[in-house]
């Protein structure tokens, strides 16, 4: 099932997605200048998680030959090795 498949069939079985926001810190960690802050940057932070994480999904994938090889390069990779 592709993303745009997944998305048609959640809205047609009435599921709603949304993000939040968690945060976990030790008692009396955030004061007010800290939760304010949350508050007003909430939208960023939520974004920039989003792209960390993606990033390291993509971290983990191979986009093609590293810099220092060519395409005739016969060096082992990991779905190469037995």
């Known amino acids: 099932m592709t993303l745009p498949d997944l ?4 809205s047609l079985a ?6 939040r926001l968690v945060v ?4 009396n960690a955030l004061t007010a200048d800290l939760r304010a802050a949350l508050v007003e940057h909430k ?4 974004a920039q ?5 993606q990033w390291e999904v993509l ?5 093609g030959p590293a810099l220092n090889e ?4 016969d060096t082992p990779r990991g779905d190469d090795l037995p």
């Open 7 to 10: 998305k048609d069939a959640l």
């Open 14 to 19: 009435g599921v709603r997605l949304s993000l």
């Open 24 to 27: 976990d810190a030790p008692r």
């Open 43 to 46: 939208a960023t932070l939520l």
């Open 49 to 53: 998680l989003g792209r960390d994480a």
């Open 59 to 63: 971290r983990l994938q191979r986009w």
């Open 70 to 73: 060519t395409e005739d390069d």
